[in-house]
């Protein structure tokens, strides 16, 4: 068991690696095991393809992201926290997000911003007792808008400091979740009402 783990982590490092140096499109197989030194049905009895090879790197990521959750004052300094393989790997999340699977790199930031959104909107939403669709309603507003920064400043080549422009957010959304509990719950007991 401890030799799978460590092949795994071997092809995946070696798919990391070749990520920092060229576009995901241009990766095939045959890189990943000349780079890591294993053979291809050692590749394929691990991953169906090198698209599973990225998924189960980022489903391991998030795992361990939240598996290693603290307790953070503030969401934006559970974010920072939490984004910080994509600030560490900013060559090979740029190759990603250029490439025509960006989905995956969507996918894994979408679920961060989820459970660190829904962490501190659940905070802000005691005493009001929200409904179940009204607490995701709100997760998500908040969570789109987070991922919507990311996403650009990925594209916009990553130059900007990220972290300001967290900061920046978190003055926007000050005090804000809790106004939009408040309204979201308002807006339910009127559905009701003209029921």
Request: aromatic residues 14%.
């Amino acid at each position: 068991m401890a030799m799978a783990l460590l092949t795994q982590k071997v092809i995946k490092e070696a798919f990391w690696k070749l990520l920092s140096e060229k576009s995901f499109s241009k990766i095939t197989v045959k890189d990943i095991v000349e780079e890591c030194g294993v053979n291809r049905n050692t590749f394929y009895y691990y991953f169906q393809d090198i698209y599973d090879l990225l998924d189960q790197l980022f489903q391991a990521e998030l795992k361990r992201m939240l598996d290693e959750h603290r307790d953070f004052s503030t969401w934006h300094e559970a974010f920072l926290e939490s984004a910080q393989f994509v600030f560490e790997n900013k060559t090979a999340v740029r190759h990603l997000y250029t490439s025509l699977n960006r989905e995956q790199l969507e996918r894994y930031l979408y679920g961060i911003a989820d459970r660190v959104m829904l962490n501190f909107v659940q905070k802000d939403a005691e005493g009001l007792n929200p409904t179940a669709e009204d607490l995701q309603f709100v997760v998500d507003f908040y969570k789109y808008a987070v991922v919507g920064m990311i996403l650009e400043w990925i594209r916009s080549g990553m130059e900007s400091d990220f972290a300001e422009r967290i900061n920046r957010l978190e003055t926007l959304f000050h005090g804000s979740i809790r106004q939009a509990l408040e309204r979201s719950g308002r807006h339910t007991d009127c559905e009701k009402s003209d029921k």
